[in-house]
C-alpha cells in the first residue's frame, strides 16, 4: 500500500481540492439522470399534502429519493406517520451495504467525515465513491472525492426539489424526457469493466435476474434479494469453478 | 397530518441505517471472506437498479424494438466493452437510447 508504488506514471500528487473537484465532476451523469426526480418529488409532495417547506426539509433532512417518493405516495394516502418511518427504514435497507463496502476505507477517518458520508450516501455517491477507492491510483484523500461527488449530487436535488415546488406544475412533464435514463447508461458503464471473471459474470446475472422477478415485491425489497442472491452466486461460484481466483484478484 | 413527525422520523431512520456501520466501523472486523463477499456489492447492486428500469415499462417486461431504453443499453454495454471509456458510454448510451426514440415517434 506504499504512495510510492505508482506503476512508472508520474506522481500527480493528489489535493484535498483536486479529488473534492474531481468528484463533483464525475458525479454530473448521475446528477442530470437525478434533475427531473428532483422535480417530480417537488410537485408530487405538494399535491400529496405536503407543505411547500416541509416537502424541502424532506430534501434536506432525508435525502433519500426513493422513500421520499413513497412517503409522499403515503402522505397522500394519509397513512400513520409511524407506518411512513418504518416503511422508510425498509426502503433504505440498502444502504447498509453500501456502508458495509465502505468501511474498509472510512474506518481511520475521524467521526465528523465519517457522519458526513453516511448522511450523503446514496445510490449515486456509492457508485461513484466506490468506483474511486477501488482504483489502482494512489491518494491518501479519495474521501474528498466522495465528498466532493455527494455534496454535488446533494445541493442538486435542494435545487430540483424548490424547482418542482416553485414551478413544477408549469414544468411539462419531466418523467418523458427520458433524462433518468443517463443513470442507467452510467451504471452499465460502471459494471461491465467489473465483469472479468466467470464469477462475476454469474454474479451479475442472478442479481438482474432476480431484480425482475422481484421487481413487484414492495418497499424496493426485490433490489435487496437482488443485491443479496448476486453477492451469494459470486461467492458461491467462485469457490466452484475458480478456486484460484480469489487469489489472483 | 402532523409532518414534523413524519419528516423527523424519517431523517433518524434513514441516518441510522446510513450511519451504523461506520460508527461502529472500529469495533466490526470485517472477515477475508466477508471482504471477499464485498467486491461483489458495486457491480451486483448497480446491476439490480438498471436491468429493470431497462426491461420494465409501465409494469411489465418490454423486450423488443419498441424499447428505446433496452437499445441505447445494449449500445452502452456494447462500447462500454470496446472502448472501456466511462464518458463515451454514456455519451453513445444516451444518443442512441434518444435516436432511437425520435425514430420510433416519425415512425409511429
Known amino acids: 500500500?506504499?504512495?510510492?508504488?505508482?506503476?512508472?506514471?508520474?506522481?500527480?500528487?493528489?489535493?484535498?481540492?483536486?479529488?473534492?473537484?474531481?468528484?463533483?465532476?464525475?458525479?454530473?451523469?448521475?446528477?442530470?439522470?437525478?434533475?427531473?426526480?428532483?422535480?417530480?418529488?417537488?410537485?408530487?409532495?405538494?399535491?400529496?399534502?405536503?407543505?411547500?417547506?416541509?416537502?424541502?426539509?424532506?430534501?434536506?433532512?432525508?435525502?433519500?429519493?426513493?422513500?421520499?417518493?413513497?412517503?409522499?405516495?403515503?402522505?397522500?394516502?394519509?397513512?400513520?406517520?409511524?407506518?411512513?418511518?418504518?416503511?422508510?427504514?425498509?426502503?433504505?435497507?440498502?444502504?447498509?451495504?453500501?456502508?458495509?463496502?465502505?468501511?474498509?476505507?472510512?474506518?481511520?477517518?475521524?467521526?465528523?467525515?465519517?457522519?458526513?458520508?453516511?448522511?450523503?450516501?446514496?445510490?449515486?455517491?456509492?457508485?461513484?465513491?466506490?468506483?474511486?477507492?477501488?482504483?489502482?491510483?494512489?491518494?491518501?484523500f479519495k474521501h474528498w472525492y466522495y465528498i466532493g461527488a455527494a455534496l454535488t449530487m446533494y445541493l442538486n436535488w435542494q435545487l430540483c426539489t424548490l424547482l418542482g415546488i416553485t414551478t413544477g406544475q408549469l414544468v411539462p412533464n419531466a418523467a418523458e424526457w427520458g433524462l433518468d435514463f443517463a443513470m442507467s447508461v452510467t451504471f452499465i458503464g460502471m459494471v461491465v469493466p467489473y465483469v472479468k471473471n466467470k464469477p462475476m459474470g454469474i454474479a451479475v446475472i442472478v442479481a438482474g435476474v432476480i431484480a425482475v422477478l422481484g421487481y413487484g415485491m414492495p418497499h424496493k425489497l426485490g433490489l435487496m434479494a437482488a443485491a443479496i442472491a448476486g453477492i451469494i452466486a459470486g461467492v458461491l461460484s467462485e469457490k466452484a469453478i475458480e478456486p484460484t481466483a480469489s487469489i489472483k484478484n | 397530518m402532523n409532518e414534523f413527525l413524519i419528516i423527523s422520523g424519517m431523517a433518524i431512520a434513514t441516518f441510522v441505517i446510513r450511519y451504523s456501520m461506520f460508527g461502529a466501523s472500529h469495533r466490526i472486523v470485517l472477515s477475508p471472506t466477508l471482504l471477499k463477499a464485498l467486491r461483489y456489492v458495486p457491480p451486483v447492486v448497480l446491476t439490480a437498479i438498471v436491468i429493470p428500469e431497462v426491461l420494465i415499462s409501465e409494469g411489465s417486461l418490454a423486450i423488443g424494438y419498441g424499447n428505446a431504453r433496452l437499445v441505447g443499453a445494449i449500445t452502452a454495454i456494447l462500447i462500454s466493452l470496446i472502448t472501456k471509456n466511462l464518458l463515451l458510454t454514456i455519451v453513445l448510451g444516451m444518443a442512441s437510447f434518444f435516436g432511437w426514440q425520435a425514430a420510433l415517434s416519425l415512425l409511429s
Open chain 1, 1 to 140: 500500500m506504499s504512495k510510492f508504488l505508482s506503476k512508472g506514471k508520474p506522481l500527480i500528487d493528489p489535493s484535498p481540492s483536486t479529488e473534492f473537484w474531481a468528484g463533483a465532476r464525475d458525479i454530473i451523469p448521475l446528477v442530470v439522470g437525478a434533475v427531473p426526480f428532483g422535480i417530480i418529488f417537488g410537485t408530487l409532495a405538494t399535491t400529496a399534502g405536503l407543505s411547500p417547506s416541509g416537502t424541502l426539509a424532506m430534501s434536506i433532512f432525508v435525502f433519500a429519493g426513493s422513500s421520499q417518493f413513497i412517503a409522499a405516495g403515503l402522505i397522500a394516502a394519509k397513512t400513520n406517520w409511524l407506518l411512513i418511518v418504518l416503511t422508510t427504514f425498509v426502503v433504505n435497507l440498502r444502504h447498509l451495504l453500501y456502508a458495509v463496502s465502505l468501511l474498509p476505507y472510512a474506518k481511520k477517518l475521524p467521526q465528523m467525515w465519517k457522519m458526513l458520508m453516511a448522511f450523503w450516501l446514496t445510490d449515486e455517491s456509492f457508485a461513484v465513491g466506490i468506483r474511486r477507492y477501488e482504483s489502482n491510483e494512489q491518494s491518501a
